[in-house]
């Protein structure tokens, strides 16, 4: 019975502000349809609602290009959500709440589909390459010139002699 009183008192409060508006001008004869339109909408506001996921579970997206047109180019990957040219996909993805798993998933991708284009992807490699990452370091016993290295006097001048203050300390 609250429920159902509250309902009244909130639908009657709603139409009261609606018509106490100036720019709302109605004819006496349509304020108890309005009333009474208010109070059903109310009250549906108050009841569960139907289980609607079985009819629309997954929405379908439509890919903006095609898998071929995606990948054409060396120097980037043309996005699937909004068909724009990224040399990276990760930063795209997140900015739109998808991991690359999601992406894949959502447009029928394979496993190995590239988040990263060709030509990026080489550069970064290359930079790897040239600063030494993913090589193990080389002992320094086993070179000849990394042990001369070590018991080398420190270099002459102002800055060696601080380094070599430091690397006696």
Do not use: C
């Not at 000849?144 to 601080?162: C, I, L, N, S, V």
């Amino acid at each position: 019975m609250t429920t159902e009183i509250n309902a009244t008192e909130l639908a009657t409060e709603l139409t009261i502000a609606w018509l106490g508006n100036s720019n709302t001008r109605v004819a006496a004869d349509d304020v108890p349809a309005f009333l009474q339109s208010m109070y059903a909408t109310v009250t549906s506001l108050g009841t569960p609602a139907e289980d609607t996921s079985s009819e629309a579970a997954e929405p379908e997206y439509t890919p903006a290009v095609s898998v071929r047109k995606s990948l054409a180019s060396k120097d980037h990957i043309i996005s699937m959500i909004d068909g724009k040219p990224y040399k990276t996909l990760r930063r795209h993805l997140s900015g739109h709440g998808l991991t690359p798993d999601e992406y894949r998933a959502r447009y029928g991708l394979k496993a190995d589909y590239p988040m990263v284009s060709e030509t990026y992807s080489e550069s970064r490699r290359d930079m790897a390459k040239r600063i030494g990452l993913g090589r193990k370091p080389k002992a320094a016993s086993d070179t000849p010139a990394a042990a001369d290295a070590a018991t080398a006097t420190p270099p002459k001048g102002r800055r060696g002699a601080k380094r070599a203050e430091a690397a006696d300390a």
